[in-house]
T-cell receptor, first 110, second 113 residues
């Protein structure tokens, strides 16, 4: 079946630290991959996406590369800010449905 | 362009009561979805729709019903509310799930006591 496995949180980093949140997936066919971000009290917002192998999605300093050989889509940012504190969800789409990981809570301290 | 809107934002129900969560989108998306998010958990798909008049069950449909009479609206009906349905409910829409992202509403926080 289809599923997404995300790195367990919570993650706490100091401002300007390097961030990696691991995401691996299992899917039939050729899924599209997404990272969503959820700020407190809000719905999910798309952060970045990649639709085929070796594509790199990027937005607001975040990056993730679609690795078919390792079935991974790890999220990275070189220097986090306090404003990046949120919950991050990895997701895949195949067919009519989307499948989400359990989310990783990130707190960035000054 | 309001995107995806949901009402109400908050609701407290007594066990056994019923209610309808409203969802509307103004992006002319064919695909619409209902998820629930329990504390510290990911999203679980309740129902989805690929167009007006067409709905299908997701992972956790029991205790819920949906209808899709128009492209814009996708209400979720809770019959005989139970404490296990205490959750945050998100509606989402998508132009085409193949490669296109979902747009989410702000959520409805429901408590059943």
């Amino acid at each position: 079946g289809n599923s997404v496995t995300q790195m367990e949180g919570p993650v706490t980093l100091s401002e300007e630290a390097f961030l990696t949140i691991n995401c691996t997936y299992t899917a039939t066919g050729y899924p599209s991959l997404f990272w969503y971000v959820q700020y407190p009290g809000e719905g999910l917002q798309l952060l970045l996406k990649a639709t085929k192998a070796d594509d790199k999605g990027s937005n607001k300093g975040f990056e993730a590369t679609y690795r078919k050989e390792t079935t991974s889509f790890h999220l990275e940012k070189g220097s986090v800010q306090v404003s990046d504190s949120a919950v991050y969800f990895c997701a895949l789409n195949t067919g009519n449905q989307f499948y989400f990981g359990t989310g990783t809570s990130l707190t960035v301290i000054p | 362009n309001a995107g995806v809107t949901q009402t109400p934002k908050f609701r407290i129900l007594k066990i056994g009561q019923s209610m309808t969560l409203q969802c509307a989108q103004d992006m002319n998306h064919n695909y619409m979805y209902w998820y629930r998010q329990d504390p510290g958990m990911g999203l679980k798909l309740i129902y989805y729709s690929v167009g007006a008049g067409i709905t299908d069950k997701g992972e956790v449909p029991n205790g819920y019903n949906v209808s899709r009479s128009t492209t814009e609206d996708f209400p979720l009906r809770l019959e005989l509310a139970a404490p296990s349905q205490t959750s945050v409910y998100f509606c989402a829409s998508s132009y085409d799930p193949s490669g296109y992202e979902q747009y989410f509403g702000p959520g409805t926080r429901l408590t059943v006591t």
